[in-house]
């Protein structure tokens, strides 16, 4: 359940109607609601009740200061991939100790400002990986406290772009080499060894991958402490998929999948941390746009926007899906036509969606994605010279910019043309 309703034929954030934002801040946006936002925290965190837990949200999905402070203050922790993401993070008031440390290439210079900011553990993915943490955590006389990512190569029945868990992709190590890789670590003086770390994929439609790899993990869980390894934390990842279609087809909720863990790790006696991202963000959030035009073509009809891919580059970059919806409701029988919904963008690729049966549309009229607050704003770019469209967050009646619109200035003065030319 998210919070964008029809009431008295409006699309509504919360209780704030969408064309009230658009004409405050112009079209496109993105709009996010905290109510939404806090509720699938939540239902992760009740999920978990059944043990000692961390939800740590995967800020790549949507790393607005406004969004990680409201996790933050719920009592989330959050896992990065990137020093860019651990200074946001700690900017929106994230403690170190509740911040895990994702990603195959993480730098020394990165590990460096981790150690000294603060840090609950780095989840390492390569043995070249823990020699640089070890000779940096020695360096700073300090020891970092690490999991090891492991393959289990498994297949998470997702798209193969958002797939980690099979031994073809670039992640982890390969679940068969744990005990060699967990015996150099234990001989590394920088570094402490507090568990294990898996995450198999983006956007699971069921439980039963995630169920084999936890399967593995428990497996590895006895097997390293029978060898004497401490582990206390297991890190399972994110990718819990949610609903884009009105289907009747609906991924497992939080609680399914809760309840699964229980039964796979309930009685190994560890912390369990998630790192969801989608899950929390992506149905909290909505991008509003404009139809320019309705250009009629050769057998087909184009409901051209002013957004376009540079914007929201999911349908472009995966074929997803995005339902899309007219914010001001159309009466009941009326008309509905075929439309090739596009942005202005000179490519081909700029296609939102391909024959979508929708409402007659006219120029002006206002059109919401949904699900667009997960892998939204944060993978948009400036393509054609578009500046950034802004963000938006709504809680009750009130709402705000959390991310302003460049203005052309800054889009031009953002370059320099060096003095010899
Ligand atoms: N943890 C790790 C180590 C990850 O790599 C990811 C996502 C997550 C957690 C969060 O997964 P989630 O709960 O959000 O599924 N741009 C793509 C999605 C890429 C996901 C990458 N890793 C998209 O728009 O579908």
Redesign the pocket.
């Given at each position: 359940m998210d919070h964008f309703l029809y009431r008295d034929g409006i699309l509504h954030a919360e209780n704030v109607p969408l064309p009230e934002i658009a004409a405050a801040v112009g079209t496109p946006f993105y709009c996010y609601s905290v109510a939404t936002l806090s509720r699938h925290y939540r239902l992760f965190d009740e999920a978990l009740s059944w043990g000692d837990h961390l939800v740590?949200y995967?800020m790549?999905?949507n790393s607005n200061l406004a969004v990680v402070k409201l996790m933050a203050d719920l009592g989330a922790g959050v896992?990065v991939?990137s020093i860019g993401e651990y200074l946001k993070a700690k900017a929106a008031g994230m403690p170190g100790e509740r911040i895990v440390f994702?990603?195959v290439g993480k730098t020394r210079d990165e590990m460096r400002i981790a150690l000294e900011g603060g840090i609950r553990q780095f989840?390492v993915e390569s043995e070249p990986e823990m020699i640089a943490l070890n000779e940096v955590a020695l360096s700073m006389d300090t020891v970092a406290p690490i999991t090891v990512?492991v393959n289990p190569d498994v297949d998470a029945k997702t798209?193969a772009?958002?797939a980690?868990g099979k031994s073809e992709n670039k992640?982890g190590i390969p679940i068969s080499r744990a005990h060699e890789v967990y015996a150099m670590a234990a001989a590394m003086p920088g570094l402490k060894v507090v568990g294990i770390?898996v995450?198999i994929?983006?956007?699971?439609t069921e439980l039963e991958p995630f169920e084999l790899a936890y399967a593995k993990v428990a497996e590895l869980t006895r097997d390293l402490r029978a060898a004497g390894h401490e582990i206390t934390r297991l890190d399972l990842?994110?990718?819990?998929?949610i609903p884009y279609a009105r289907s009747n087809e609906a991924p497992p909720l939080p609680t399914d999948y809760g309840a699964m863990v229980q039964r796979v790790l309930g009685d190994l006696d560890v912390e369990v941390e998630i790192?969801?991202?989608?899950?929390?963000?992506?149905n909290a959030g909505v991008m509003v746009s404009k139809v320019i035009y309705v250009k009629e073509g050769e057998g087909r009809r184009f409901l051209i926007l002013d957004s376009a891919m540079n914007d929201l580059?999911?349908p472009s970059?995966?074929e997803?899906f995005h339902d899309i919806v007219p914010v001001v409701e159309p009466e009941p029988g009326k008309d509905l036509t075929e439309y090739d919904v596009v942005g202005p963008v000179c490519e081909s690729g700029d296609t939102f969606a391909k024959g979508r049966v929708l409402p007659d549309f006219k120029a002006d009229d206002l059109v919401a994605f949904r699900s667009a607050g997960?892998?939204?704003a944060?993978?948009s770019s400036e393509y054609n010279s578009r500046p950034l469209i802004p963000e938006v967050l709504v809680s009750g009646e009130h709402f705000d910019v959390i991310r302003a619109r460049p203005t052309f200035d800054d889009l031009i003065n953002r370059d320099t043309i060096p003095v010899w030319l």
């Open positions: 740590c995967a790549k999905a896992d991939v994702s990603g989840n990512r798209h772009k958002i980690t992640f770390d995450h994929g983006s956007q699971l990842g994110g990718g819990l998929g790192e969801p991202g989608r899950l929390i963000a992506g580059i999911r970059m995966y997803a997960a892998y939204g944060v993978m």
